[in-house]
């Protein structure tokens, strides 16, 4: 008989090192099913308040990875109150997970790296991505898990090959002035739709810089700044209108976009699987 737990992944960055950990260690386990709540970016009090919301809700192992002494005190102190294990993780994480199952870890070298379900699944999403990617293949959308929505150069496709070695199905739209989105793309029930935005002086050195990399001196509308300023308004605006999730990248690397982005659709999943 399966046992399911709760497990609780908590990231001051992107939240991909414990993740990784947690999968490993779970691999040395039969019969047990871990529901994964991963918490990342967490650098704030604040932050932190509502990661103590969710264990509380839903007790189990919590494993973190905090650089920052007195977010780590606040979290050590709260499961100790809830007793329950507060792993930090490259320490004794086999163990105390062990000690709460009440199950022997099994040794199994090398059994977290087998051609097993979850890989295919990575590949699935990976062909799939580059195939969706800048508006192709727009009438599948739906198959989707997450369809990004951008002005040019806001690292869309980036973005889309990291989720999609997640074992997510991502397909990315561009948002070009003037131009018509797919008409689907406004009735998607499955999938979670993001809006990613940037600052219009942000993308105006970005595309100059790809203007000169391609040997392309004219001055066009693609780098004119209030020509910018517009088609970021236009895109916003429309994100607003739809309420999709948004995200502004002027200062995030595509893993921290990421990590925002597995937020929202995290978020998405439980709300669809409550009939939201």
Same mark, same amino acid.
């Given at each position: +008989? ?29 019969? %047990? ?11 704030? $009090? ?44 490259? =320490? ?38 580059? =195939? ?28 889309? %090959? /990291?989720?999609?070695? $997640?074992?997510?199905?991502? =397909?990315?739209?561009? /948002? ?13 029930? $499955? ?15 970005? $595309?100059?810089?790809?203007? %000169? ?48 982005? +597995? ?14």
């Amino acid at each position: +008989m399966t046992k399911e737990f709760h497990i609780h992944l908590v990231s001051d960055s992107t939240g991909e090192t414990v993740s990784s950990i947690a999968r490993s260690v779970m691999s040395q386990f039969d019969d %047990v099913e871990p529901i994964e709540h991963t918490w990342a970016l967490v650098r704030t $009090r604040g932050q932190l308040e509502k990661v103590l919301d969710g264990i509380r809700e839903e007790r189990g192992v919590v494993l973190y990875t905090i650089i920052d002494n007195a977010l780590q005190e606040i979290l050590i102190d709260f499961c100790r109150q809830l007793k329950i294990p507060c792993v930090p993780v490259l =320490a004794r994480v086999t163990r105390e997970i062990s000690a709460y199952l009440g199950a022997e870890a099994k040794a199994h070298p090398g059994r977290q790296h087998e051609l097993d379900e979850e890989y295919f699944e990575r590949v699935e999403a990976i062909n799939f991505t580059l =195939a969706h990617d800048d508006g192709q293949a727009t009438e599948d959308l739906e198959s989707a898990d997450i369809v990004i929505v951008g002005v040019s150069r806001t690292s869309k496709t980036p973005t889309c %090959v /990291y989720l999609s070695y $997640r074992g997510i199905n991502v =397909a990315n739209i561009p /948002y070009v002035k003037g131009c018509p989105l797919p008409e689907n793309l406004f009735i998607l029930k $499955r999938p979670l739709v993001v809006g990613l935005t940037i600052s219009p002086e942000r993308l105006s050195q970005i $595309r100059k810089t790809r203007l %000169v990399s391609l040997n392309e001196k004219r001055d066009t509308s693609y780098v004119d700044i209030e020509n910018i300023k517009e088609e970021v308004l236009e895109s916003k605006k429309l994100f607003a209108k739809y309420k999709w999730p948004l995200i502004d990248v002027t200062r995030r690397s595509v893993e921290e976009t990421c990590a925002t982005i +597995m937020q929202h659709y995290t978020k998405h999943k439980e709300e669809m699987e409550n009939g939201g």
